[in-house]
């Protein structure tokens, strides 16, 4: 997938004020202001930074770090990184390798031989790019349980399990699971807990100083709790069940320290570079590729060739981002304290990459629109809208911002604009979006309640992809949801006869015949 989808139409735009304004340094200061305005005022905050040619060109906090306390957000607050801990989870591994502790070769059953024996079919390489098949460790959660989850226990979980999903190697299923056993690796071959040789190795030899891995009552310096924001109310929600765990989601560490950790990449300070660059290739069934995919706890994606290093996290009361192109030497960090979609937070990384790189990426269409229905009206807003969305070379349309755009139009009560709007993208998106984006925005449709609308993008999913089970299977869901009983029987039978082992069709379609 890449980083930016784009729409295939390719006719300028006449709204050229917009972009003249975006590239002002007054009004992309704006433009930052709006894009985090959610997390102003009394509510769980954000804190981002943007690094450009080895500086810090702009940063910036809003909102509160602790809420109960009234304790503002900075850009020295420590938030909780959730899965963007696996970058330095893997440089630690790295940095093992380098001593020459273990390769990436080494299997489970090489490092603890009480393992079960598919162990010694798993690499350190395979945990590293989540290609070990490893059991998730939420099947080991008992319905019930109250105490948290630590690392030595999901290690003995393992080993009472005598298979894993499929043949280690053989597929991409990203795995929090793996990155659970790497701090076991650490401590059992440097003698070190995984929290202390993180502070000694990493975090205090690049001066990140309040950098810290959780553990449950230790102090964190500067700390940020975690809030779940519902629309009217937010609630508490700093710690989980898997909380405690080590090695897939426990650094809390700052904007500021980023930075730092982002420079360091660039350096011979933890691991010689050319070493390092394995980590920002994508490792597939077949080794190593220039393409996209993972590397060692980073994403690796491409827009117009240029190389994209980027990693989200979402946990309990937290939701972060990083990103960097190293050719360009930009690279950006948004950490938040509050639990919320994956898209909202990219929608703003995109926007930031866009207004700090001279326009050579895109900016996304729903920023533009919702400044212009907040400014103006709904009718001025899908004008602006539908004029920008033909000016592909300096916006983009994500099948969630669009959904987005289409959501903002019903809160306003703008229904039939909302509909019109959503049958022009999705008509003139086939192509830009793959089968499963165009699938996702049918449910996020559907979802929203708007049931015909909904079987029209399926409708338009099967026409483009008529070859896919899963396109069926889902028009058929949503005339089940409709009540049209036939129609969803249909296209469950299509689903099933282009793929027999489709086990919800079969079920679906047992329960629509009884």
Known sequence: MSFFKMSVLLVLSCFSSFVLEAVTPDSTQQTIDFLFK?????????????????????????????IEKKILATTKTNYRLASVSKQYTAMAIMMLVRRGLLDFETTLVDLFP??????????????????????DYGHFLAEGRTEPLLNQEMMDSLKRTDATYFPPGSQFRYSNTA??????????????????????????????TDARIYVAGDS???????????????????????????????????????VKWDQALYTDRLVPKKELQDAFQAWGAKGKSDGEGYGYGWFVRFFKGIKILDHTGGTSGFTTYVLRIPSRKLSIAIYTNRRERDSKIRSIMRALVS?????????????????????????EAVQTFHSLRRDTLKYAISE?????????????????????LYRKVLQASVGAFGEAEMNNIGYRILNGGLTELAIEAFQLNVEVFPESFNAYDSLGEAYMVAGKKELAIRNYEKSLELNPENLNGREMLKRLKE
Not at 181 to 206: H, N
Not at 357 to 376: R, V
Not at 403 to 415: E, T
């Open 179 to 208: 990155y659970t056993v790497l701090p076991l690796i650490v401590e059992k071959l440097t003698g070190m807990t995984y929290p202390k040789f993180m502070e000694k190795e990493i975090f205090e030899p690049l001066g990140m």
């Open 355 to 379: 207004l700090h790189s001279e326009g050579e990426f895109p900016m996304p269409m729903e920023i533009p629109f919702q400044q212009k229905l907040i400014k103006s009206n709904v009718t």
């Open 38 to 66: 959610p997390y102003s005022g009394e509510r769980p905050g954000a804190s981002f930074v943007v690094v450009k040619d080895g500086e810090m060109v702009r940063s910036g906090a809003y909102g509160y770090a602790d």
């Open 400 to 420: 969630a911002g669009m959904y987005d755009i289409g959501a903002l139009l019903l809160q306003h009560g703008a229904k039939d604009q909302a509909l019109d």
């Open 114 to 135: 009480d393992f079960p024996s598919y162990g010694k079919a798993v690499t350190v390489r395979h945990l590293l790019t989540h290609r070990s098949g490893l059991i």
């Open 220 to 258: 964190i310096p500067q700390r940020a709790y975690g809030y779940f924001v519902g629309d009217d109310q937010v609630l508490p929600s700093d710690q989980s069940l898997t909380s405690a765990i080590q090695g897939d989601g426990v650094v809390y560490a700052s904007v500021e320290d980023f």
